[in-house]
């Protein structure tokens, strides 16, 4: 397991964009794939995007397609959610997953490590 640290979240209106990061603490950051997933209070958590360990590789959930990217940056060992276009659908706790040689999966049970989340909030 690794250690994760969600950042950047936030109250945004409709329509606006927010950049959401993910920061590795410990571990080798090129080992480990990595996915968002985020959980709107009475829901259950649902995925959002995924990147593989290489980066070569990324899923994102129909709902966020072509609105949200998913990007990472070895240097810097930090993940990154860029959302635009938000809507108030979108408002959630935000998590970080990491999942060791990890091919992008969408499966939260494939994440072995979490990060404490970080809150979007999309007013209307």
């Known amino acids: 397991q690794v250690q994760l640290v969600e950042s950047g979240g936030g109250l945004v209106q409709t329509g606006g964009s927010l950049n959401v990061s993910c920061a590795q603490t410990?571990?080798?950051?090129?080992?480990?794939?990595k996915a968002w997933f985020r959980q709107a209070p009475g829901k259950e958590r649902e995925f959002v995007a995924c990147?593989?360990?290489?980066?070569?590789?990324?899923h994102y959930a129909d709902s966020v397609k072509g609105r949200f990217t998913i990007s990472r940056d070895s240097a810097k060992r930090m993940t990154y959610l860029q959302m635009n276009s938000l809507k108030p659908g979108d408002t959630a706790v935000y998590y970080c997953?990491?999942?060791?040689?990890?091919?992008?999966?969408?499966?939260?049970?494939?994440?072995?490590?979490w990060g404490q989340g970080t809150q979007v909030t999309v007013s209307s």
């Open positions: 997953a990491a999942e060791y040689y990890g091919v992008a999966n969408k499966e939260s049970d494939k994440y072995d490590s």
């Open positions: 410990t571990g080798y950051f090129s080992d480990y794939a």
């Open positions: 990147i593989s360990w290489s980066g070569a590789i990324t």
